[in-house]
């Protein structure tokens, strides 16, 4: 598990709602539902971008060392017809790739109409580590996937997914279309996705509201949210992510924190664009 993966992961899975349970496949309640949604009640459209600076701190060290950009196309794909395409990048600043040098690439086709995932892949290159994911999504809601680690030949593989199985980026934009009014304060709610050759199961807790002033951008009124890791190179899994996300129709994060093994990360949104409904949430 790589630092530009589970930065993804935090924006990610703050958002998976096992709050309404009132999913179109009753023998399946541990996710949320997975509904056509209408057009005006969507929390995201054609053309939003979203940007985030990323710090780290380690005693007397605290920078911003990296971005990550994530961006949303509605198109007409030649195999699966009128999709959302989303492309998220994630880089460090040329200064630190002497250090750690990341060029990270996440990209998810889905459908427009309730957000289940057709395609994925993600290219990998951290350091000296690399990692290959293409995924096809089957009606079945197993997943044909082929994983390839550095150089090695591809591995070719069934996931045995299933009404909650998403990749990360689909799983993100899926999310926010969801109603968190129902969630309980401090409870348990699982997250899955697919991720290589698994599937994850973690968990999150909505803490509450709280009105969060954010550096550079504004003061929005905000969810909060825990969010428990994977174990991995970066994190341990004995933390809990923080996570601050609009309280609003958009649902945009806006920033998280977290221990790492060697030091502490954050992310922060640097920009938005485009987006798809008024940002009530910013009080100034």
């Known amino acids: 598990m ?43 459209g054609h053309g939003e971008i979203l940007k985030y600076t990323v710090s780290y701190n380690w005693g007397m060290v605290n920078s911003d060392v990296g971005e990550i950009e994530a961006s949303l196309n509605r198109v007409k794909d030649p195999k699966y017809g009128d999709v959302f395409h989303s492309v998220i ?35 990998i290159s951290e350091g000296k580590y690399r990692m290959k994911n293409w995924y096809q999504f089957r009606d079945d809601y ?19 997914g299933d009404i909650c199985t998403f990749d990360l980026v689909s799983l993100f934009y899926f999310s926010r279309n969801l109603d968190f ?36 951008v504004g003061t929005f009124n905000s969810l909060k949210f825990v969010v428990k890791v994977v174990a991995g190179e970066v994190f341990s899994g004995k933390e809990e992510i923080t996570l601050w996300v ?22 922060r949104l640097k920009s938005y664009e485009n987006l798809k409904h008024p940002l009530t949430s910013k009080i100034r």
């Open 181 to 216: 009014s129902n969630v309980p304060e401090g409870v348990e709610q699982p997250i899955s996705f697919a991720i290589d050759s698994q599937i994850y199961n973690l968990y999150y807790k909505f803490i509450g509201k709280e009105v969060f002033r954010l550096r550079g």
């Open 246 to 267: 609009t309280d609003d129709k958009n649902k945009v994060p806006l920033y998280f924190e977290s221990p790492i093994i060697v030091g502490r990360v954050s992310g």
């Open 2 to 44: 790589r630092i530009i993966y589970n930065i993804i992961l935090i924006l990610v899975s703050l958002f998976w709602d096992i709050g309404n349970l009132k999913s179109y496949n009753q023998n399946d309640k541990r996710c949320a539902p997975v509904n056509v949604v209408s057009e005006k009640d969507r929390a995201f």
């Open 89 to 123: 990048r994630g880089n460090t600043f040329r200064f630190y790739d002497v250090f750690f040098k990341v060029r990270d690439l996440f990209e998810s086709k889905f459908r427009v109409d309730n957000g289940r995932p057709l395609y994925f892949h993600r290219d």
């Open 142 to 160: 197993s997943i044909e996937a082929k994983v390839q680690r550095k150089n090695r030949d591809v591995m070719d593989t069934i996931l045995k």
